[in-house]
């Protein structure tokens, strides 16, 4: 056997190996992502006797009481469509006010630029409560205290940045000559802007939206600041649930799974616009 | 690439008019009324008198105080180096896979969508030190049992560990694109040299994801350090002080304890903190980059 191929054999036992451990590695990640999942829903799945047994139960008679009970909870369902409401206006007015800005930042000239974008860096990574207890107190004196709208203005000082960063990102990836060409023909630019650019990224716009949603969706600080009956979202609803930690395991895995189901189909059905938005908003921010 | 200023200044001033004020309603303005309000001793109600530093130079004279900045630094620290490595490694494992990987993809992100009051009541019921399955599963392997959240030896790294749970897979996705979108004629040509793989890691891929991987770390750093739903939802900054992170203990002073104006004065050091720890990375990478 040549000295070649002794070594070509060596190269190709340590690359098996090291495809072997690659694929023991991830299967042990999946394993460690996805445990946690599957023991949280099965508890929910348990009478409140087989969920406190000791040892736990691997193999029980599911029940569906706990979400029949779940069902029946007011508050719970009321936090739920109350979050429904709270991420619709919050995308809806992160979408409008920053796709016509994300347009100025790519293809106009300003004045302030640097300024700007150190402000949006500083108002995405200060901490929640630097701004939520001074808008606590005007808050309360104009009435947005307590409602959908407040709390979905209130989330813009973080969704804003992020998806001026996003949408600047998919907006620059369009060809400067197509909308030379509209301004040729007289466009303005509020028809270059809705005409060709949102359609045109209509992928990005989505993936902005998506992201945006997710994080309203699951946001507690800002949220528990600002509200505290009538605008209550349902990560709050799920904290109601937190005192039954030693008590009933059924109702506060139930509440859980019930509150992150929305976003697991999420992840499921835009899995590739919610990487792209991760991978472009870190390179950006 | 930009039209000349005199044809859009006023349509671009009108698209941005939205943005630059819903902007300065939610920072701008709340920074600049926290900031006065830190100067004062109001306490949500008529009690308002202007204390000058008081409530700066108290809290620095505090050990209350020192406890917390030292125990959101430590979770910080912890939390972000784990993530960092981890979810880089698995990047570079799953990157070797030579079967499609978005469902691999998919699960693995699974615990980022969830919001972080649910990771914490999840892990209350896992962690559970009487009946929960980690004691349970720990215990198969000759370990434990672990008091988990309820001694203060074991608290802040059981939060570390659901933290860590819950966002590796953030670390995972951004190095695995970034891995993939890396350019091939380079690792190509060191194969062909007869580099090994580990050199090829060290020597190639590593020194182009660099400025990258900065980047992840300063976005970790920041979201650890602002951590607030994990530990309100877990230890609720106990037992003791063991857990107490800043944004808890500001959640605590400003609405159990109605201190607004120490609450916020707390906020402001805070942020300066942020401040500083991610001017600093920024200059880490900045002499790096100017090293290639």
Redesign the interface.
């Known amino acids: 056997m040549s000295a070649a191929a002794a070594v070509s054999r060596r190269y190709r036992l340590t690359?098996r190996l090291?495809?072997a451990?690659?694929?023991a590695?991830?299967g042990a990640?999946?394993l460690?992502?996805?445990f946690?999942?599957y023991?949280?829903f099965a508890?929910s799945l348990k009478t409140k006797r087989d969920g406190?047994?000791?040892?736990?139960l691997w193999i029980f008679d599911p029940t569906q009481a706990n979400y029949l009970k779940l069902w029946s909870h007011d508050t719970f369902k009321f936090t739920f469509l109350n979050s429904i409401i709270v991420t619709g206006i919050g995308v809806a007015?992160s979408l409008?006010?920053?796709i016509?800005?994300a347009?100025?930042?790519v293809?106009?000239?300003?004045r302030g630029r640097r300024f700007f974008g150190a402000?949006?860096i500083?108002?995405y990574?200060?901490?929640?409560?630097?701004?939520?207890?001074?808008?606590f107190?005007?808050y309360q004196w104009t009435g947005l205290y307590d409602t959908h709208a407040g709390l979905a203005?209130?989330y813009?000082?973080h969704v804003?940045p992020l998806s001026?960063w996003l949408l600047s990102s998919f907006f620059g990836e369009i060809d400067?000559a197509i909308d030379e060409a509209a301004r040729m023909e007289g466009a303005?630019?509020?028809q270059i802007?809705t005409k060709i650019y949102v359609p045109c990224s209509l992928p990005g716009v989505a993936a902005t939206a998506i992201l945006n949603a997710?994080w309203i969706?699951?946001?507690?600080?800002i949220a528990?600041?600002l509200t505290f009956s009538r605008a209550q979202t349902v990560?709050l609803g799920?904290?109601s649930?937190?005192g039954y930690?030693?008590l009933d395991?059924g109702a506060?895995?139930a509440a859980?799974i019930i509150?992150?189901v929305p976003?697991?189909l999420?992840?499921?059905v835009a899995?590739k616009h919610?990487?792209k938005g991760?991978?472009l908003g870190?390179?950006k921010? | 690439?930009?039209?000349?200023?005199k044809s859009?200044g006023s349509?671009?001033f009108w698209?941005?008019l939205?943005?630059l004020f819903?902007?300065a309603?939610?920072?701008l303005?709340?920074?600049a009324?926290?900031f006065a309000?830190s100067l004062t001793n109001w306490n949500?109600g008529v009690q308002l008198d202007f204390v000058g530093l008081a409530n700066y130079v108290g809290l620095l004279g505090d050990s209350e105080f020192w406890t917390v900045i030292k125990n959101t630094v430590v979770f910080a620290a912890a939390a972000t180096s784990i993530e960092i490595a981890l979810g880089f490694?698995?990047a570079v494992?799953?990157d070797?896979?030579?079967i499609p990987t978005?469902l691999?993809?998919?699960?693995?992100?699974?615990?980022l969508?969830?919001?972080?009051?649910?990771v914490a009541?999840?892990?209350?019921?896992?962690f559970?030190p009487?009946?929960?399955?980690v004691n349970?599963l720990i215990g198969a392997f000759g370990f434990g049992p672990s008091a988990f959240y309820g001694a203060a030896l074991t608290a802040m790294p059981s939060i570390i560990a659901v933290d860590v749970?819950w966002q590796t897979?953030?670390v995972f996705?951004?190095m695995l694109?970034?891995l993939r979108g890396l350019p091939k004629d380079p690792i190509e040509a060191a194969l062909v040299e007869g580099a090994s793989?580990f050199t090829i890691f060290w020597r190639i891929k590593l020194p182009m994801l660099r400025s990258?991987l900065i980047?992840?770390v300063v976005?970790r750093a920041?979201d650890t350090?602002?951590v607030?739903?994990i530990v309100?939802?877990t230890t609720g900054g106990g037992p003791g002080l063991a857990t107490e992170v800043?944004?808890t203990f500001?959640?605590r002073t400003?609405?159990s304890y109605q201190q607004?104006g120490k609450?916020?004065a707390t906020?402001?050091l805070?942020?300066l903190l942020?401040l500083a720890i991610?001017l600093a990375l920024q200059g880490l990478r900045q002499r790096w980059e100017a090293d290639k």
């Open positions: 690359a090291s495809q451990w690659a694929y590695f991830t990640m999946v460690f992502s996805l946690p999942v023991w949280v508890t406190l047994a000791n040892p736990p007015l409008s006010i920053a016509p800005a347009y100025v930042i293809r106009m000239k300003m402000w949006l500083l108002a990574m200060l901490p929640e409560f630097l701004f939520v207890l001074p808008m107190s005007l203005l209130m813009q000082v804003l001026i400067f303005t630019h509020w802007l997710i969706w699951n946001e507690l600080a528990i600041g990560t799920v904290t649930f937190r930690a030693a395991w506060m895995t859980s509150a992150i976003m697991l999420f992840a499921v899995q919610i990487v991760l991978t870190a390179v921010g | 690439m930009t039209y000349e200023i859009i349509s671009a698209f941005i939205p943005c819903v902007l309603l939610t920072s303005y709340p920074i009324f926290g309000v949500w490694y698995l494992q799953v070797k896979l030579s978005d691999i993809r998919a699960v693995i992100m699974l615990p969508m969830i919001s972080g009051i649910v009541l999840m892990s209350k019921v896992m559970d009487f009946l929960g399955v349970y749970w897979s953030f996705i951004i694109a970034a793989n990258l980047t992840v976005i920041i350090l602002k607030f739903d309100f939802g800043a944004q500001v959640y400003a609405y607004i609450a916020m906020m402001i805070f942020s942020i991610s």
